[in-house]
């Protein structure tokens, strides 16, 4: 059964933006050739981080929102790991996003 979750990732800051991409675009792929539907990628940004990971103190960060059988989650978490460009990273399991109907505005109160 498909579950929908967020992948939030550091990549390691010695290596190019454009690397930094390709390796994202990797992961997208991993996930789509798993019948996994990514619904929403960041590009990486550039941070600074908090502590030192690795004697690194800036990384690219990025974020992607996807839906994944959660058999072939363990496939991902391997796969992330074999990546040695990736200092860190975290798969949360996140709820559906529902869709708020728009409600009409409320007419005055006559006195």
């Known amino acids: 059964m498909k579950q929908n979750y967020e992948l939030s990732y550091i990549i390691s800051s010695q290596i190019s933006e454009e ?18 539907i990514v ?6 940004k550039k941070i600074a981080l908090g502590y030192p990971i690795r004697k690194e103190v800036f990384a690219w960060f990025k974020t992607t929102y996807f839906s994944l059988d959660s058999l ?16 860190r990273y975290l798969v949360l399991k996140t709820k559906p996003m529902r869709i708020r109907s728009v409600r009409a505005p409320r007419k005055p109160l006559e006195k």
């Not at 391997?78 to 200092?87: G, P, R």
């Open 19 to 36: 690397a930094s991409q390709e390796i994202s675009r990797k992961i997208n792929d991993f996930i789509q050739g798993k019948q996994g």
């Open 39 to 44: 619904s929403e990628s960041q590009l990486p």
């Open 72 to 87: 072939n989650l363990s496939d991902l978490e391997k796969n992330l790991k074999e990546e040695k460009n990736i200092l």
